[in-house]
């Protein structure tokens, strides 16, 4: 018959190390009891079996601010319907990887004759999780040139005030002719900052006011712009 020893505290006999039950023992705190530790270190084994299970609210590293999990080789699974969320920033998962992705597009027709650059209402803000991370600025703009003689339009994307890419489309014929056409930008940026930053369209006209440049101009059809900006880790 099992027997039953009941006290308020155990001390070891000497020195600070106090050790219950020997190798191969099982000791079991039963179902309804609470084991508690205050201000005490719990020191788990250094090897967890396959069949171990330890359930916490918090793991946070002994020292430093360093927390590994497993070795090199090891393979960590999240079981169907479980869910990873990240408060943080992600690292040292290697480059190349999507982590964001925000688009505008526009529809509205906007016109111009004057050679001075003006916004559009493409313009999307973005908030960088990392310094290192690239935004992939992708751009289809829809045009249509309304000439007076020779006329072309000009476009500028620019991050901020910063033009990091553009192009004109050159059109020519005769008095009140439409050309329909578009120019698509596909461009790496390298903004290098975790702050708000602003990556907008302009507009202008070439020709020193001859003939008039449109965006999303529709004789029969509805005219569409896009503007998509990627956030690409570094």
Do not use: H, W
């Not at 018959?1 to 023992?25: N, R």
């Not at 202008?204 to 712009?225: D, I, K, L, R």
Request: hydrophobic content about 35%; proline content about 3%.
């Amino acid at each position: 018959m099992a027997s039953t020893i009941k006290v308020d505290k155990l001390d070891p006999q000497s020195g600070t190390a106090l050790e219950i039950g020997t190798s191969g023992d099982t000791v079991t705190v039963p179902s309804g009891v609470g084991l508690t530790l205050t201000d005490s270190t719990l020191l788990l084994p250094t090897t967890v079996t396959a069949t171990t299970e330890v359930k916490t609210n918090k793991i946070s590293p002994a020292t430093g601010t360093a927390f590994a999990i497993g070795d090199s080789g090891d393979t960590f699974t999240v079981p169907s319907g479980a869910t990873i969320v990240n408060s943080g920033t992600a690292t040292g998962f290697g480059g190349g990887l999507v982590l964001q992705v925000l688009y505008d597009v526009m529809t509205a027709q906007q016109s111009t004759t004057s050679t001075t650059y003006a916004d559009t209402d493409l313009s999307i803000a973005i908030t960088p999780a990392s310094s290192d991370n690239s935004i992939l600025v992708i751009c289809n703009i829809q045009m249509v040139v309304k000439q007076s003689g020779d006329t072309s339009t000009g476009l500028k994307i620019l991050r901020e005030a910063t033009m990091i890419g553009g192009s004109s489309n050159n059109n020519s014929g005769s008095t009140a002719d439409r050309r329909i056409g578009s120019s698509s930008f596909c461009i790496l940026d390298a903004p290098s900052t975790t702050s708000e930053i602003t990556y907008k369209v302009q507009i202008a006209n070439q020709n020193n006011g001859v003939g008039t440049s449109y965006m999303n101009y529709s004789p029969g059809y509805a005219g569409a712009s896009q503007l998509t900006l990627m956030e690409i880790s570094g």
